[in-house]
């Protein structure tokens, strides 16, 4: 049993579509971490977040921390937003989830 | 550097041999994380440090993994007698206090047992 949760695991949108990923996990937790990670790339952290919203540019990630989920939003992709997006949360130590893999079409 | 910092890159080995992962984290984090990555699958944790000593070392898969950071800032991951299985993607981050700030990750090693 995996205890961060993604859906979908694969995304291909055309450019400019709104795009949604959407994380539950199982685990009590201080913290969720949205991070990216591109082909052949190391990973880079987007966001972490304890509670509520945040917003940097294009991307907004949101917790319910009562129903244990979060989305993460990309607004007017592009087509070099295509990466992995993983979620992770930390109680004790990181859990990762498996990823969703995004391409946007040009 | 200002970020992390991995070494190797690539590293090919054979079957049995011993190999050395080394991480150099961004100046002044004391926290310190190892993970492996192998290919479709999200990153698995393997040990985190706090300063000198393993706060949790309980993603270890066994007694031949083997991590240490002497003097609080570079790390190295320790296989003994490697196995193809061990062929991954070891991801070293870290963060400037503990797990709940945010965490820089290095590029990883992309470790290959043939």
């Known amino acids: 049993k995996n205890e961060v949760e993604q859906s979908p695991q694969n995304l291909t949108a055309q450019e400019g579509e709104f795009i949604t990923i959407n994380c539950s996990y199982s685990?009590?937790?201080?913290?969720l971490h949205w991070l990216q990670q591109h082909p052949g790339g190391g990973i880079v952290s987007l966001f972490m977040?304890?509670?509520g919203k945040k917003k940097h540019g294009r991307l907004i990630a949101t917790i319910n921390i009562q129903e244990k989920h979060s989305s993460l939003h990309i607004t007017a992709s592009h087509p070099r937003d295509s990466a992995v997006y993983i979620c992770?949360?930390?109680?004790?130590?990181?859990?990762f989830g498996t990823g969703t893999s995004l391409t946007v079409i040009p | 550097g200002a970020g992390v910092s991995q070494t190797p890159s690539n590293k090919v080995t054979e079957k049995g041999k011993y190999v050395e992962l080394r991480c150099d984290p961004i100046?002044?984090?004391?926290?310190l994380y190892w993970y492996r990555q192998s290919l479709g699958q999200g990153p698995e944790f393997l040990i985190y440090?706090?300063?000198?000593?393993?706060?949790?070392d309980s993603g270890l898969p066994n007694d031949r993994f083997f991590a240490v950071r002497p003097e609080g800032s570079v790390s190295t991951l320790k296989i003994q007698r490697t196995e193809r299985g061990d062929s991954a993607v070891y991801l070293c981050?870290?963060?400037?206090?503990?797990?709940?700030?945010?965490?820089?990750f290095g590029q990883g090693t992309r470790l290959t047992v043939v």
């Open positions: 981050a870290s963060s400037s206090q503990g797990v709940n700030t945010e965490a820089f």
């Open positions: 685990v009590g937790i201080s913290a």
């Open positions: 977040l304890s509670s």
């Open positions: 992770a949360v930390t109680g004790n130590q990181f859990y």
């Open positions: 100046s002044g984090h004391t926290a």
């Open positions: 440090f706090q300063g000198t000593g393993a706060a949790d």
